[in-house]
């Protein structure tokens, strides 16, 4: 996760304010070319297609590879993963029966 848009490009390659900005560091499943980007790779699996309507581009109009933004609609497998709280009771409830 790198921090949210604020809004930059010139028409047609424009990036919408307020969208969460994400950069694939590793692995062959990546975002932008070759095989695994874009058969079954995150951006199918999310359905960011096509991928110049998820590009972070500078006011010149200009990308880096490798980084996408969504909007937070799109972000739900995202998010961050909390461990349940490990509650002692209820084991001692199974025991009991």
């Known amino acids: 996760y790198q921090g949210r848009t604020l809004g930059s490009g010139k028409a047609p390659a424009v990036t919408p304010a307020g969208r969460l900005i994400f950069k694939w560091v ?3 499943w990546g975002i932008e070319e070759g095989y ?5 790779g995150v ?3 999310i359905d960011a ?7 972070v581009y500078d006011d010149e109009g200009r ?3 490798g980084v ?3 909007p937070p609609s799109m ?3 995202f998010r961050a993963f909390e461990e ?3 509650d002692d009771d209820d084991e001692a409830d199974y025991e009991e029966e």
């Open 26 to 28: 590793a692995g062959p």
């Open 36 to 40: 695994g980007a874009i058969n079954r």
């Open 43 to 45: 951006r199918d699996v």
């Open 49 to 55: 297609w096509p991928q110049r309507d998820y590009r």
């Open 63 to 65: 990308f880096e590879p």
């Open 68 to 70: 996408f933004c969504l």
């Open 75 to 77: 972000c739900y497998c």
């Open 84 to 86: 349940p709280d490990d």
